[in-house]
Every structure is written in structure tokens, then in C-alpha cells.
């Protein structure tokens, strides 16, 4: 039975972190660059004006005067090391080095200049800030020194995972999880808000909204910056904001080579005793086969100061097996190249190009998806990438690009046969296949204007994006034909499906614009943005033919091949207002108080584009049939076609093969909103060391819903056109604990004229909200040593629910438990996740290094956070009642009464660099889960068990499958590796 979290586990955790962060003190929307402001003063603190201020680094030099109030600005700097010169006559010359642009901040910095009689120069070696005053974001910058030196599986989901507020679907131990991507939430807002940048394009996948449309070398990146809040204009949803920077050529030759190998034969052993049991000792828990990464990078000057190249090529096998020890393989291979341009000092530009793909067999394979049913993937992505930059004077710049993304892949099951499910959920045969192309283009134009009213500071800023995202989509069940053992449907008879395929031409296309000023005024900063957004959908015609069964052996079934015409989807427009305050305490700004409000609206996904084709899911007609033969393939004579369907799937019986849609979309659906609000203070204790505490609250709503509707009137149907029943008695539902249960579901009432449909509209009164604190402690590395501690305390909640209320059924995962925790579901779209329902209400992680004498390094990563919920649930089928409602999975208890396993895991690295000529040879070894933890992360949430004829609690002919382990924590494993670099 699944324990209760362990919340005093948290807290030595978080006094380990402080403690080191103060014994090390006492011992010593979405951008690709980062900005840099530079004051110019006297040594009486006022501004000097008509210095000649130089910044030197990366790419040619920069030459700016200081004017009329000391200000210099560099903007669209790539991030790195910089160093600023000052010089003005009658002034000692000054240098100031180490100064550091990460991307998406603002970096401020302060020269004084002193009177001189003679030439001097003084140079300065300081620590850049961390806080940046300009600013209202939540969120981490990840460096390079971070990527390459702390123990992780090597992908960006791994350092999602290391955000406040950002929880993740799995645990990656040492790349265990690194073949498929992640699903995860950010501060109440689901996977479906995300968005994906690459070198600041938005790359976004829109048939999967939300996900990544390809994987990544990691060693490619220069910087990796994720914001999940704040009131920056230039960002649309409230979802994780990821952007991914990759590394660029420079007036140094550079390069690097890398080979990093895990075998399992450096693997433990951490299968539970549970599961030993369960599988009657043949059990083992998911577990690395071997991965070898290996890759090389190099960049350099084509022409010194005007034009440079860099280049990357990395592959990564990932061989893992599963739990029921199934093999899933991938191999990832990339390859990067860019070419940045400055023929002038006032212009900059810059070409990209990647390619990626993915070739992998074994994908959700599970112990209910054995190897002929998982899906064997296939399709490379590619990004092609155009960007020019204009200095028009020291108070204009402006930025415009183009891109194009081209992505298709495939998933084909090695099985082709007949597919068939028995009683305990595991499937044979086959499952879908499927095949998709999604490009997308994009058109984006920025622009800075600075200016000053009195004492007030203005930076204007103008954004507009133009993006469009068509979708197209095959999918089908070889043979058409499914076949159900009668256990897993819950009927007395086997079940069998006749399936028509599906096919989707779908085109998205946005339109968005913002507009900003950030204000200055002392020690005060004002930022008041707004933003609009114009997102619209239309269903392109295609075909569909039918049909894969044998038609001739089969006549009885209705089903033909469709026609599916035109028809609009769905169009959001949005504003959204942003404000933002800063206020820095002291002359020193060392500490910040800021407070922001922002609202943000859903991005659209081809999903709600094709809700009202003819053909939005899989069309179905289920009969009872016999297998005779007991082969599991339904064949000419075992269909009880006499009976007549039982059911139908996205279908209306009276009109199988429609000409318009029996879906319906409500002409005035909008968009998601999230209104945001953040109170935070910050506080540098120690150059380049700043802690902080932020507070988010969050009101989600507009929320969507699809719920039946009246056929006559076209009115969503209420609770009034139900009727429930209730499992009690010897029928009555028992969990796993032995509680007893009554499984209540409800249909509607005879008479009821219910659509065959539903319709897709904003569920009245409802709205979910969201309250978090984090804790946050950064330390640049400096002084041989670099640490990001956070801690998360949250409570997601949902409300409002009685009076959009329309089938009473609490639908999985707890659609009707007003005042009751959400969560996501992982589903099964990436890897066989679907009991994983993300929702912790703490979440902790330490990322830290340290630099020995002789080159050493030591690094550590700890991550911890609550099990997550187990939503137990009964599958009801055969309802009757309207087509939509046929079969229901109605949860059987509250969704967070039940969790998962606390999760802990601690990875340690070790590294010696050795100098071999002009070379760096980095010598690497990390152990992976270093305690050999074993939390379970998955168990069968269906539960099937019933009180016996006598009444007792005990459950009698209980199905296996109930609460069994299905995922555990991948045991302790070593990498080792070699980086060698220049």
C-alpha cells in the first residue's frame, strides 16, 4: 500500500544547503542575450559624461561614449566573460574585467573614474552582480561551468527539474529517462504552456503543444535560461519558459571533444522487496543496458573581428530496459553549426542551422506494452535560423529574424497483427501506428528606444511576432480491429472493436505583439508592459479511407471511408496587462523588493483546431464476439453481430459516416487566463552569492471543458439530465487498503435528447489556484567554488465546480472534488507514464561544485520532492447513454489521499583536469542514485477488487494487477568519461 509523504525529510535537507552555503561564505519571454549597462562616474558619484567606454570578449570590440548622464548600454550581448575600458582625458584609464552577461538579465555596472595629472591605468577584478534591478522574472540561468561539471543525465528536462516551482513526471537516473521527454508542470501551469527556444526561436511543438519538437546535444549549449513567471511582456503564458542557447564563434580558436560511457555492469541492484513478490522473483527494476555519448565542438575566426564559424557534432545511445524487462533503445544525433557576422561595429548577424534525430525501438514498452506493441520512432528535425541586428545610435536598436523548423516522424509497432488487450491490461499483437509532418515559420521584430523625461529613465520596447504551425497528422490500428478479454472491459462476454482510421490537416497561425517601458527613477524601477495575441485555426479537407478489416468477411459493420471538408477551428484574442516594481534598498542595491501582477493567456494547439472535425478521435463500433479458436484475432464468424453494437466511440449510430461533425465548439470559447501576482525579496550576502524569497499567487481560469449537449436546444446538459448509481453491497469497490468504496456513476435520464458529441466551452464559475513560496540560494562560481539551492512549499487547488456542473461522475483524476488537489496526468504520449499524476506539495534541489588545489573538482547534485498522488479509479463500460459516455473512469478517491513514495536521489561527480600541452584534459567519474534509492513511482491505479457476498472487506477474487509496481527508481550506476578542450 502506498505510505503517506515523509515531510520531515525536507527539512535536513534544507539545513544541510544553509549550512554549507554559510561555512563556504565565512571560508572565503525569451532571449538569446543578455544586456549590459554601464555608469560612468566622478569620484564624488556624479556622472561623467563623453567617456570613450570599450567592450572587449567575444566577437569584435564595442565603442560607445558615456552620455549625459554617465549611461553606456550594450544590448544583445552573447553570454560570457566581457571586459570594459574607460577612458577620458584628464582621468586615470580603468579596466574592468570578469564582467559577466548571462542571458535574459541585465547586468549592471558602475566605473568610477579618478582625477589624474599623468597617465595611469587601474585595473579592477569584481564579481558582476546577480540581482538584476531592471527586471520582475522567477526562474535560474544555467552557465556552462554548471552543465559541464554537475552530475545529471545531460538534457534540458533534468535541468528543468533543478527550477523552483517545476516539477517533473519521472526520475532520470544517469540518463535513464533521456530517450523520451519529460512532462512536467511549472507554478500551477501544465506541460500544454510551455514553450521551447532555441537561440531565441520559439520552436515550440504545436501538435503536441507544449512539448519539444526534437532532443538536443548537450554539450552545444552556452546557457540555459527557464522562467516560469514575472512581468515581462514579451512572454505569452504562464507555462516554463525554456531557452537554450547554444555556443558561438570567437576571435579564439576554441573546441572541445568529449566520450562519456555507463555500463551496467557498474549497476546495483535496488528491485523491491515488493516486487520480488509480485512477479514471483523474475522482477527487475528499470535499469540502464548501457550509454555511450561522445562529441566534439569547434569554433573559431573566419575573418578576425567580422566574421566567425562554430560547429558541433554529438550522439548519444541510450540503452535501457524496462521494468518488466522489455529493452528500450534510442540513439540521438545532432549536428550544430552557426555563423555570426559584424561587417560594421553598428550591425550584427547571425545564421543557424540544426539537425537532429531520433531513432528508437522499444518506446513505452511496459509490462502492459510488450515489445511487438511499443513503437519503434523515427524522424529527424531541422532549424534553420536568420538574425540581424541595428545600432542606429546609442539610444536605438533593433532586431529582426526568420525562422523554419521542419519536423516528421513516425511510430510503427514491430507487431502488425490483429491487436488485443487481455484482463490484466497487457497488450499483444500490435497497437497504432502513426505518422506526422509539423513545420513552422516564424517572423519576429524587436526594437529598444531609450529616452529621459526629467528624472525618469525610459527603455521602450516593441515586439511582433508572426508564426504559423500546420499540422498534419495518420494514424491507424492494423487489421482496424481490436479485441478486449472481457475482464478488462468489466462485461461477461470478450469485446471487439472495428476501427476506422484518422487523418488531420490542421493549420495554426499567431499573431502577437507587446509593447514596454521599463522606468528608472533612483532606486526605484517601474516596468508596465502589454501585450495582445491573435491565435486562429482552421481544418484543412482531407480523406480517410476505409477499410483495413475484410469488409467482404465483415458487411455487417456500417463504417466507410469519409470525406472531411473544411471547416474554421477556433480563434483566441488576448490582452494582457504586465506590471512590475523594484526597489532596491541602500546605496549599495544590494537588496531588492519586488512586486508584480501579470496575466497571461493559453497558447492554442492543433487539439483544439481539430476538436470539431468530423473525425476529432478514433470512430469505433464495439461487439460482443467469441474466440473460438482462442488465437486472439477476431475472424469471419466470431462477431455476435445478432446482438448488435454494444457501444460506439466518436460515433452517432444513426448516421456512422457523417458529412459534418458531431462535435461542437462554442463560438465564444477563449483562451485560458492566468492572473499572476508576486511579492519577493532578494539579498547579495556575498559577491556573486544572493539568496531570496519569493511569493506566487495564482488564479487560473477561463477554464475549458468538454461536456454533452442537448441535441434539440444545443445547450450544455446539466446535472438534472443524469441519474447515478452507486456499487454497494457484495458490488461495492474495495481499494487497496481495504476501505471500502462505493464507485458512483452517472448517465443520462431517458428521454434526455443527448448529442452523440460534446461540446468544447469554458466551464462557468470554475478557476483553479495556485499558492507557492520558493527559496532560493545562487552562487556564481568564483573563488573555487558554485551552488543553486531551492526550496518549494506549494498547494494547487481547484473550485468553483457546482455551477458549470454537468455529469455528476468524478471523472479520473478527480474532475468534481471541489476544493481538491489538481494534478497532470503524465499520460502514455511519452513513455508509458499513465499512473504518474504530477502534484508535490514540496520540492527541494542543491546543485554545487567545489575546485580542490591541483585542478580537482567535486560536484554534487540532490534532488527531493513529495510522492506524488495516486488517483485510485474503477473503469465503468457498456454504460449506454449517449455515445461519449459509453465507458467512464471514475475515481473512487480523493486524488492526493493516497501517495507515492517520498523521492530522493543524490548524485555525486569527481573531476581532475591535467594539462597536456596547450590542451585541457578533463578526467571524469559521477555515480549516479549513490544510495541505491528504490522509491516507487508508478503503481496499477485501476482497481478491480469488490466485497465479497458475505459483506466482509476482504477482496475476494481480486485481479492481480491491483496496486501493483509498475515503475521504480532506477538503482546506483557510474559514468565515466574523458573531455579534452582548448
Not at 861 to 876: D, F, H, K, Q, T
Amino acid at each position: 500500500m502506498a505510505r503517506r509523504s515523509r515531510w520531515p525529510r525536507a527539512w535536513p535537507l534544507a539545513g544541510v544547503a544553509v549550512a554549507l552555503f554559510l561555512a563556504a561564505g565565512v571560508a572565503l519571454g525569451q532571449a538569446q542575450t543578455g544586456n549590459l549597462f554601464v555608469k560612468v562616474l566622478d569620484e564624488s558619484g556624479a556622472p561623467l559624461p563623453g567617456t570613450s567606454v570599450q567592450l572587449s570578449g567575444i566577437g569584435a570590440p564595442l565603442n560607445f561614449v558615456s552620455n549625459a548622464n554617465g549611461e553606456v548600454r550594450y544590448l544583445n550581448l552573447s553570454p560570457g566573460a566581457y571586459k570594459l575600458a574607460a577612458a577620458l582625458q584628464g582621468f586615470t584609464k580603468v579596466e574592468r574585467t570578469g564582467v559577466v552577461v548571462s542571458v535574459g538579465r541585465n547586468t549592471e555596472i558602475s566605473i568610477t573614474m579618478r582625477l589624474s595629472a599623468v597617465e595611469e591605468k587601474i585595473v579592477v577584478t569584481g564579481e558582476s552582480p546577480l540581482l538584476d534591478t531592471r527586471k520582475v522574472t522567477t526562474g535560474s540561468t544555467v552557465a556552462k561551468v554548471e552543465l559541464e561539471n554537475i552530475p545529471s543525465a545531460r538534457d534540458p528536462w533534468v535541468v528543468l527539474q533543478t527550477v523552483p516551482g517545476v516539477q517533473i513526471d519521472r526520475v532520470n537516473v544517469g540518463g535513464s529517462e533521456s530517450g523520451q521527454q519529460s512532462n512536467y508542470v511549472g507554478k500551477g501551469a501544465t506541460s500544454a504552456q510551455a514553450t521551447w527556444n532555441v537561440d531565441g526561436v520559439n520552436i515550440t511543438d504545436m501538435g503536441a503543444v507544449g512539448a519539444s519538437p526534437q532532443y538536443y546535444d548537450f554539450d552545444s549549449f552556452e546557457e540555459l535560461q527557464v522562467t516560469t513567471g514575472g512581468s515581462d511582456a514579451a512572454v505569452q503564458t504562464a507555462g516554463v519558459q525554456l531557452n537554450m542557447v547554444t555556443k558561438r564563434g570567437t576571435n579564439d580558436v576554441h573546441g572541445s571533444g568529449r566520450v562519456m560511457i555507463t555500463d551496467r555492469k557498474t549497476q546495483s541492484d535496488n528491485t523491491p522487496d515488493e516486487l520480488i513478490e509480485q512477479t514471483g522473483g523474475a522482477a527487475i527494476s528499470n535499469q540502464i543496458d548501457g550509454i555511450q555519448d561522445y562529441g566534439f565542438e569547434l569554433g573559431g575566426p573566419i575573418v578576425k573581428d567580422r566574421l566567425w564559424l562554430w560547429g558541433a557534432y554529438g550522439r548519444n545511445q541510450i540503452d535501457a530496459i524496462t521494468t518488466a524487462g522489455y529493452p528500450d533503445r534510442t540513439r540521438l544525433e545532432n549536428y550544430n553549426f552557426k555563423l555570426n557576422a559584424q561587417p560594421v561595429e553598428s550591425n550584427s548577424f547571425t545564421a543557424y542551422y540544426q539537425y537532429g534525430d531520433k531513432i528508437k525501438t522499444g518506446r513505452n514498452a511496459s509490462p502492459t506494452r510488450p515489445p511487438e506493441t511499443a513503437f519503434d520512432q523515427s524522424g529527424p528535425t531541422k532549424i534553420y535560423k536568420l538574425e540581424d541586428s541595428q545600432i542606429f545610435s546609442a539610444d536605438v536598436f533593433a532586431t529582426v529574424s526568420y525562422s523554419r523548423v521542419i519536423s516528421e516522424f513516425a511510430f510503427v509497432t514491430p507487431g502488425q497483427s490483429q491487436a488485443y488487450v487481455d484482463g490484466g491490461g497487457v497488450w499483444s499483437g500490435s497497437y497504432y501506428n502513426y505518422d506526422t509532418s509539423r513545420p513552422q515559420t516564424q517572423v519576429s521584430a524587436t526594437t529598444n528606444f531609450f529616452l529621459r523625461t526629467g528624472d525618469i529613465g525610459h527603455e521602450l520596447k516593441a515586439g511582433f511576432v508572426y508564426r504559423d504551425t500546420p499540422v498534419w497528422s495518420y494514424s491507424f490500428w492494423p487489421q482496424g480491429a481490436i479485441g478486449y478479454a472481457a475482464d478488462y472491459q468489466g462485461t461477461d462476454r470478450d469485446v471487439m472493436a472495428f476501427v476506422r482510421d484518422i487523418a488531420h490537416t490542421s493549420s495554426q497561425t499567431y499573431y502577437s505583439g507587446f509593447l514596454s517601458d521599463t522606468m528608472t527613477i533612483k532606486n526605484l524601477t517601474v516596468n508596465l508592459g502589454v501585450r495582445y495575441d491573435y491565435q486562429t485555426s482552421k481544418n484543412e479537407a482531407t480523406q480517410i479511407p476505409c477499410c483495413r478489416w475484410d469488409t467482404a468477411a465483415f458487411p455487417e459493420v456500417p463504417m466507410t471511408a469519409l470525406n472531411v471538408p473544411a471547416v474554421d477551428g477556433v480563434t483566441y484574442k488576448d490582452f494582457q496587462p504586465r506590471v512590475g516594481l523594484t526597489y532596491a534598498l541602500g546605496k549599495d542595491n544590494k537588496t531588492l523588493l519586488r512586486a508584480s501582477y501579470a496575466r497571461f493567456a493559453d497558447q492554442m494547439g492543433s487539439g483544439d483546431a481539430v476538436w470539431n472535425q468530423i473525425q476529432p478521435l478514433y470512430t469505433s463500433y464495439l461487439y460482443y464476439y467469441w474466440d473460438d479458436d482462442g488465437d486472439r484475432v477476431v475472424e469471419q464468424g466470431e462477431v455476435d453481430f445478432d446482438y448488435g453494437p454494444l457501444w460506439g466511440s466518436y460515433v452517432d449510430p444513426a448516421n456512422p459516416n457523417p458529412t459534418t461533425a458531431i462535435n461542437r465548439t462554442d463560438p465564444d470559447l477563449k483562451a485560458g487566463k492566468t492572473d499572476e501576482f508576486l511579492l519577493s525579496v532578494e539579498r547579495e550576502l556575498l559577491p556573486a552569492f544572493a539568496v531570496g524569497l519569493t511569493g506566487t499567487y495564482r488564479r487560473i481560469g477561463n477554464l475549458q471543458y468538454a461536456v454533452g449537449y442537448n441535441s434539440v436546444t444545443g445547450a450544455p446538459l446539466t446535472a438534472a439530465d443524469f441519474e447515478c448509481v452507486s456499487r454497494t453491497g457484495s458490488s461495492a469497490v474495495v481499494l487497496p487498503d481495504g476501505t471500502v468504496v462505493p464507485a458512483t456513476v452517472c448517465t443520462t435520464r431517458d428521454g434526455v435528447p443527448a448529442a452523440p458529441g460534446q461540446l468544447l466551452t469554458n466551464r462557468p464559475g470554475a478557476y483553479q489556484t495556485y499558492w507557492g513560496v520558493d527559496f532560493t540560494a545562487t552562487k556564481r562560481y568564483a573563488n573555487n567554488w558554485m551552488a543553486r539551492f531551492n526550496f518549494t512549499w506549494s498547494d494547487w487547488k481547484q473550485h468553483g465546480l457546482s455551477e458549470g456542473l454537468s455529469d455528476p461522475s468524478n471523472i479520473l483524476p478527480g474532475s468534481e472534488e471541489d476544493g481538491g488537489t489538481v494534478v497532470q496526468g503524465s499520460g502514455t504520449g511519452s513513455g508509458a507514464k499513465g499512473g504518474v499524476y504530477i502534484n508535490a506539495r514540496w520540492q527541494a534541489t542543491l546543485s554545487a561544485m567545489y575546485t580542490f588545489p591541483l585542478a580537482f573538482n567535486l560536484a554534487a547534485s540532490v534532488y527531493a520532492r513529495e510522492g506524488y498522488p495516486i488517483p485510485y479509479y474503477y473503469r465503468y463500460t457498456g454504460l449506454g447513454g449517449a455515445n461519449w459516455e459509453s465507458g467512464k473512469r471514475v475515481s473512487i478517491s480523493p486524488v492526493a489521499q493516497y501517495r507515492l513514495d517520498d523521492v530522493w536521489n543524490v548524485d555525486l561527480g569527481a573531476s581532475k583536469v591535467v594539462k597536456v600541452g596547450g590542451l585541457d584534459v578533463t578526467l571524469m567519474a559521477d555515480c549516479f542514485n549513490v544510495f541505491n534509492d528504490n522509491a516507487i513511482l508508478q503503481r496499477q491505479h485501476r482497481v478491480r477488487s469488490t466485497v465479497g457476498s458475505d459483506g466482509a472487506a476482504g477482496p475476494i477474487g481480486r485481479v492481480a494487477a491491483d496496486n501493483d509496481i509498475l515503475e521504480v527508481q532506477s538503482p546506483r550506476i557510474f559514468r565515466f568519461g574523458v573531455r579534452v578542450s582548448f
